[in-house]
């Protein structure tokens, strides 16, 4: 296998964060994108013309439907299968394409692989993955607990027990993705058996722009004659909720500090978060009978000591606690354990690394591929005129 980089592509919603990863983890060139809806894509192809000759593309894909639990090439079919589960991942999966279609153009040849957000969860129990909706329903739409942030909960879930130098083959570890989206996966023995999003990156905690689970009786209410499209009902949900309707903003550096200069509707949007984060936790080890690990993650997760302490004291009859200087300490992307000795309840902050996962992840497409050969299916066709590279990627 060649020893080149894999450039890495992840459109999320808050950002567009492109690296070169090499096989050893390092990553010699990143860059950081405004969000897609904020123009983000149009700094694509400057930010590709200075990136790294690399192996082959890993693209963040949210949502990879029901069938696929794992990585694969970017076939024009599966571009356009992938396009059709749009409607499910709005705010996701349109740009996250727009972005294939991007490098795709500017590095024609190079052999792209989607990731998906959804293939962690992808063996989900079925108690955990089934809706109590009328099976014809579910028969006939394929309606089921997808579950998110997969790349994220799936690097997480094998560093968390590498931190604490631990086999983790029966941890009972709840993973808590705080970023800009948030969720939590619970993960016994590597297996994710629970999490909090389901059909889409909508439900369960509060997130930074959109409101987690929700009753559907108010769903249909306001569908039903209160004078709003269902444009604006899923624009409301998606971007007008979450943290920007509770504190203003959507960013949880700017909640907590307006908390602390004595804003009350800042505190209420805190405890708000805490107190569906922290009921969610729980329901989290109840789906595995108790919580030996906990692992906080994302920008939120990573960052922010001041949450994780309050997290930690609401969650102290599970037997969570923090040692409060070394959680003070373990922020700007060090991983570590924040729980004292004694803690009945381990606690590790890790910082997010979908690039690593992407790129292992592509690397075991391109391996797979040297194996038996290439697609037999036609790999994505390139604009007329454009001179396909010789791929990189034996
Ligand atoms: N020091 C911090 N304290 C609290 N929140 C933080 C801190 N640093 C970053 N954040 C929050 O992290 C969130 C973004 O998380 P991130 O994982 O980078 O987002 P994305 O979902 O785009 O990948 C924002 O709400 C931001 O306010
Ligand atoms: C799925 C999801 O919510 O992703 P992000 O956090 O990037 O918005
Ligand atoms: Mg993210």
Known sequence: MCAEPILTVNVGSSSIK?????????????RELRA????????LPAALAQAPAAAAVGHRIVHGGPTRATATEITDRVRADLLGLADLAPLHQPPALAAVDIVRRHCPGLPAVACFDTAFHHDLPAEAARYPLPRAWCERFGLRRFGFHGLSHGYAARRAPEVLGIDSSTTRT??????????????????????????????GLVQGTRCG???PGLVL????????????????????????????????????????????RCAQAVDV?????????????????????????????????????????????????????????????????????????RVVVVRAREDIEIAAQTRSVLRARVRTGPTDRPRLSYPAGQQAQASRSA
């Open 36 to 43: 897609p809806e904020d123009g983000g894509l149009a700094g």
């Open 213 to 215: 689970s929700l009753d």
């Open 174 to 203: 709840v993973i808590c993705h705080l970023g800009s989206g948030a969720s939590l996966a619970a993960v016994l023995g590597g297996r994710c058996v629970d999490t909090t999003m389901g059909f889409t990156p909508v439900d």
């Open 221 to 264: 209410w306001l569908l039903d004659g209160r004078g709003l499209t269902r444009a604006q009902v899923a624009d409301g949900l998606g971007h007008q909720s979450g943290l920007l309707a509770l504190a203003g903003t959507a960013d949880m550096r700017a909640v907590l500090r307006r908390r602390a200069e004595g804003d009350e």
């Open 273 to 345: 978060y805490l107190h569906r984060l922290c009921a969610s936790v729980a329901g989290m080890a109840a789906a595995m009978n108790g919580l030996d690990l906990l692992v906080f993650t994302g920008g939120i997760g990573e960052n922010s000591a001041e949450l994780r302490a309050e997290a930690a004291h609401r969650l102290a009859w599970l037997g969570v606690a923090v040692d409060e200087l070394v959680n003070t300490t373990t922020v700007r992307g060090a991983d570590g354990e924040i729980s004292p000795a004694t803690a009945q309840v």
């Open 18 to 30: 492109l690296a070169a990863v090499t096989r050893d983890g390092g990553v010699p060139w990143r």
